[in-house]
């Protein structure tokens, strides 16, 4: 087990509403990053948070935001869903400079 | 811009057969390479990692070498398992500048039949 949690596990919203996912790292990582994984493909990078600011974003329009608390825990937020958000959602959790990290289970984000 | 590709799956395999995962990279510098494994129903696990050229990841089995002549970094394993059943991604994160994103390969279905 690698101490990444996430919650929800799955999730089912209606096109147009907003969701929050959320994400705990382990302990000690400082820095996290949220992947989108749509089915049958690889992780796509969304964004990445160090120190409550964020460190390096992917090619997702403004509706996907983020946080991070200073306990390094994190948020991704996503407004005015469309159906293809529907993807698993991952957090993966390093400490800064750190080469690998370390993943949760994902969330299941269905929108219908 | 960077890029991973991996070898098209689905791979199925009898156990105790030689598995062999291709992949191939395009980066500017020296970037570092990984292998990581998804179980069904599981999030993704770091399998392996190699940071240098000709450096030689490892992991429960499971080897892949740095080859930066063919800008390669392919997964192999002598004798699998069926709980080697799972996809597996190739990734890389470049060394250059302030890049802090894994680019990942589209991952490799492997299913072993007892």
């Known amino acids: 087990e690698t101490g990444v949690t996430q919650s929800p596990t799955h999730l089912i919203k209606t096109r147009g509403q907003q969701v929050t996912l959320r994400c705990s790292s382990q302990?000690?990582?400082?820095?996290v990053s949220w992947y989108q994984q749509a089915l049958g493909q690889g992780p796509q990078f969304i964004f990445q948070?160090?120190?409550?600011?964020?460190?390096g974003r992917g090619n997702f329009p403004p509706r996907f935001s983020g946080l991070q608390f200073p306990n390094y825990s994190s948020e991704l937020n996503v407004n005015a869903l469309e159906l293809d958000d529907s993807a698993l959602y991952l957090c993966?959790?390093?400490?800064?400079?750190?080469?690998?990290?370390?993943f949760g289970q994902g969330t299941r984000l269905t929108v219908v | 811009g960077d890029s991973v590709t991996q070898m098209e799956g689905p791979v199925t395999l009898s156990e105790e057969a030689c598995l062999t995962i291709?992949?191939?990279?395009?980066?500017?510098?020296?970037?570092?390479l990984f292998w990581y494994v998804q179980y069904p129903g599981e999030g993704l696990q770091l399998l392996l990692k190699?940071?240098?050229a000709d450096d030689k990841g490892s992991n429960k089995g499971f080897e892949a070498t740095y080859r930066k002549e063919t800008t390669s970094f392919h997964l192999e394993k002598g004798s699998v398992q069926v709980s080697d059943s799972a996809v597996y991604f190739c990734?890389?994160?470049?060394?250059?500048?302030?890049?802090?994103?894994?680019?990942w390969g589209l991952g490799t279905s492997l299913a072993v039949n007892p």
């Open positions: 993966a959790s390093s400490s800064q400079g750190a080469l690998g990290a370390f």
């Open positions: 302990s000690g990582h400082n820095t």
């Open positions: 948070y160090y120190r409550e600011e964020e460190n």
């Open positions: 291709n992949c191939t990279y395009t980066a500017t510098g020296y970037p570092s």
């Open positions: 190699a940071t240098k």
């Open positions: 990734a890389l994160k470049s060394n250059a500048g302030n890049n802090r994103k894994l680019i």
